[in-house]
Nanobody
Framework: QVQLVESGGGLVQPGGSLRLSCAAS????????MAWYRQAPGKQRELVAT???????NYVDSVKGRFTISRDNAKNTVYLQMNSLKPEDTAVYYC??????????????WGQGTQVTVSS
């Protein structure tokens, strides 16, 4: 089993910054893709950013230039640095990690979600 623990959400004013963290633990042999999703009230879950094992990143257009995804492979942790936050960034943010367990089988795990609220 692989568990993910998220932290770093909260309330911030427009233009402010937050940094989300997601640490993976358990029977991890290797991690391939790490990603952040978000879901706003009444909307579908949206892919925000991804990072591969090689460090290649992709972002949804609405966050390009404002958000940065990064990973610490030694700590099995993925981060999302969010700058210049806007009210429309308000959502529950979820991390998602895909990799291989020590058993040789794949895993595709989700964090518990952390609330980000951007409001004055």
């Amino acid at each position: 089993q692989v568990q993910l623990v998220e932290s770093g959400g909260g309330l911030v004013q427009p233009g402010g910054s937050l940094r989300l963290s997601c640490a993976a633990s358990g029977s991890i042999l290797g991690i391939n893709r790490m990603a952040w999703y978000r879901q706003a009230p009444g909307k579908q879950r949206e892919l925000v950013a991804t990072i591969t094992s090689g460090g290649n990143t992709n972002y949804v257009d609405s966050v390009k230039g404002r958000f940065t995804i990064s990973r610490d492979n030694a700590k099995n942790t993925v981060y999302l640095q969010m700058n210049s936050l806007k009210p429309e960034d308000t959502a529950v943010y979820y991390c998602n990690v895909f990799g291989v367990q020590w058993t040789g089988g794949p895993f595709d795990s989700w964090g518990q979600g952390t609330q980000v609220t951007v409001s004055s």
